[in-house]
T-cell receptor, first 114, second 115 residues
Framework: AQSVTQLGSHVSVSEGALVLLRCNYS??????LFWYVQYPNQGLQLLLK??????LVKGINDFEAEFKKSETSFHLTKPSAHMSDAAEYFC????????????FGKGTKLSVKP | EAGVAQSPRYKIIEKRQSVAFWCNPI?????LYWYQQILGQGPKLLIQ????????DSQLPKDRFSAERLKGVDSTLKIQPAKLEDSAVYLC?????????????FGPGTRLTVT
């Protein structure tokens, strides 16, 4: 069975500081992994995805994530936080089978202090 | 291009009442998903359609929830009767097809409060 665990329901950083949001996965098949962002009162937007190509994945707005099989991790990073990055971030893993639907973590709310 | 449309945006009902949500996916998208997002949790898939056929409804509480996608375009999700624990945001998403090669695009959601 597939699952994701996001460590830390709330992360707070200062503007300009490194952003690190943690995600660990469990998958019985080669994992496809995703990071989504959700701004208040909006739907989810795809930031980046890992589909077994390069282990370092670059996404929108300077976010990137590194797939580490030995650690079963897919942590999201950004070198310098901006106020507009304040949102909730969800890690997701593909469900096994042909349907391709996703299993989401509980989310991490990112706050950015001026 | 227009995004995924959902209505209403907000709904307040009393328990045991019924409610329906509507979703219009991006034009040409064959796959449509309904997710339930309870406060403090990630979205959970309720049902997935491929055109007008159901691909996955394993997590849909079928005793009270139903969904249809007539003509393979827009979709309606219904709850009857509603319970307090159904309070959540209901998100609709669509993709060109199923599978992870195709990005899911999400609508803004319908926030349901059951009192």
């Amino acid at each position: 069975a597939q699952s994701v665990t996001q460590l830390g329901s709330h992360v707070s950083v200062s503007e300009g500081a490194l952003v690190l949001l943690r995600c660990n996965y469990s998958s019985s098949v080669p994992p496809y992994l995703f990071w989504y962002v959700q701004y208040p009162n909006q739907g989810l937007q795809l930031l980046l995805k890992y589909t077994s190509a390069a282990t370092l994945v670059k996404g929108i707005n300077d976010f990137e994530a590194e797939f580490k099989k030995s650690e079963t991790s897919f942590h999201l990073t950004k070198p310098s936080a901006h106020m507009s990055d304040a949102a909730e971030y969800f890690c997701a893993v593909r469900r096994g089978g042909s349907q391709g639907n996703l299993i989401f973590g509980k989310g991490t709310k990112l706050s950015v202090k001026p | 291009e227009a995004g995924v449309a959902q209505s209403p945006r907000y709904k307040i009902i009393e328990k045991r009442q019924s409610v329906a949500f509507w979703c219009n996916p991006i034009s040409g998208h064959a796959t449509l998903y309904w997710y339930q997002q309870i406060l403090g949790q990630g979205p959970k898939l309720l049902i997935q359609f491929q055109n007008n056929g159901v691909v996955d409804d394993s997590q849909l509480p079928k005793d009270r929830f139903s969904a249809e996608r007539l003509k393979g375009v827009d979709s309606t999700l219904k709850i009857q009767p509603a319970k307090l624990e159904d309070s959540a945001v209901y998100l609709c998403a669509s993709s060109l097809a199923g599978g992870t090669a195709y990005e899911q695009y999400f609508g803004p959601g319908t926030r349901l409060t059951v009192t």
